[in-house]
């Protein structure tokens, strides 16, 4: 199979946006007004989330502990059992934090799976950093994780993005399948992007199998192989 699977995470995996629920409970105040910057477009996501972590005080045992009450949604793991059983590698790619992330994941039995995401940094005491390892090097990317220089850097030709929002939107426009949820519908709509709109991951579980098993989905990566191989 040459397919690869790139999952966002706040939003699509949980049901909340787990680092706003983390700046609502932990940040001093200042961190709305940062985020009405970025909404407006005044700054991008890497600076905005930079500048919110700076704001977080809270102990690194507390944050952890209270991952524990993030909900996600309940077919995640059935969606990861299907593609592995397709040889489909799935990855979950973030503008969010990697210390939620690993924690959500590892509750619910998938601390394997690859995480590529802003990585926050303990500082000492109650006090934190953000830095964006995965960031575009070049261009007019803002994004702490771009999805885009991901992707490039995977081995397969063929990528199915599972995603919900502005981090995902340049991708939108490369991939080669979209599920789609909240935002991200709207983005492939208004820019005539070929999307699959789903609202929970029972959905993606059954259009992922109805589209694997499709003529047009097997012969584009039948098609692709023939070229590698040729």
Do not use: Y
């Not at 040459?2 to 909340?16: M, R, S």
């Not at 979950?92 to 990697?98: A, E, P, R």
């Not at 575009?136 to 993005?161: E, I, M, N, Y």
């Amino acid at each position: 199979m040459l397919w690869q699977a790139i999952v966002d995470f706040d939003g699509t995996i949980t049901c909340e946006d787990t680092t706003d629920q983390i700046l609502a409970r932990f940040a001093e105040p200042g961190w709305e007004a940062i985020e009405d910057d970025w909404v407006s477009g005044r700054i991008g996501s890497r600076e905005c989330m930079a500048r919110q972590v700076e704001l977080l005080r809270v102990l690194p045992a507390v944050l952890d502990g209270f991952t524990e009450a993030i909900a996600i949604d309940s077919g995640f793991s059935a969606f990861v059992a299907l593609c592995r059983r397709h040889d489909i590698p799935v990855t979950v790619v973030s503008d969010g934090l990697d210390r939620t992330i690993r924690a959500v994941l590892g509750r619910i039995g998938l601390g394997a799976l690859p995480v590529i995401a802003n990585h926050l940094a303990a500082v000492g005491g109650d006090r934190w950093q953000l830095t964006s390892p995965h960031a575009a090097l070049s261009g007019d990317c803002a994004s702490g994780t771009c999805k885009c220089r991901v992707a490039d850097g995977f081995g397969r030709p063929l990528t199915l993005l599972v995603g919900d929002g502005r981090s995902d939107f340049c991708l939108a426009g490369q991939a080669d399948l979209v599920f789609a949820k909240k935002s991200l519908i709207g983005h492939c709509h208004d820019n005539a992007l070929p999307h699959h709109p789903f609202s929970d991951f029972s959905e993606a579980v059954g259009l992922l199998e109805e589209l694997l098993a499709s003529p047009v989905t097997s012969g584009a990566q039948n098609q692709l192989k023939d070229m590698i191989d040729g």
